[in-house]
């Protein structure tokens, strides 16, 4: 809280969430641990009036296919590492994958509707260029192995 307000934050990254030092699981039930620190994060973001982004991972599909053929695969709301509490209190909860060049963000869950909404594009972080754009665009970018 010392660092938002020290530094006028307007937006905050916990990255990622399952990493956290946890609160105290005081109703002594199955993931109040987590529960808790969900409600921690939410009063934070409240009283420090931050938009707040708390990321995690996807579960791994072991019927994915790997290595070279890999293809871009949106996480479902079912697939996302989390627990009960973080998923109840999002308000969105978007899902993101990037693959070859492209990335794909969907909204799994959103309050005011959007659900199942995504768009895909240009990923290209390693040189710092990301564009929302279409599958064309990404195989002329590749057509000539130009190496980045």
Do not use: W
């Amino acid at each position: 809280e010392r660092d938002i307000v020290e530094s006028e934050a307007d937006v905050v990254i916990v990255d990622p969430a399952y990493y956290m030092d946890y609160e105290k699981n005081t109703s002594k039930t199955n993931g109040g641990d987590a529960a808790a620190t969900s409600k921690a994060l939410r009063k934070l973001a409240g009283r420090t009036k931050v938009v707040m982004h708390v990321i995690t991972q996807a579960e791994e599909d072991d019927s994915e296919k790997r290595g070279d053929e890999r293809e871009l695969n949106i996480p479902k709301r079912s697939q996302v590492k989390k627990t009960k509490a973080l998923l109840e209190d999002a308000a969105i909860v978007l899902a993101f994958d990037s693959c070859d060049g492209i990335f794909g963000l969907e909204v799994s869950k959103g309050r005011s509707g959007g659900e199942g909404e995504g768009i895909e594009g240009i990923f290209l972080p390693s040189i710092g260029y990301i564009e929302e754009n279409s599958q064309q665009v990404v195989e002329e970018l590749f057509a000539d192995d130009i190496e980045f």
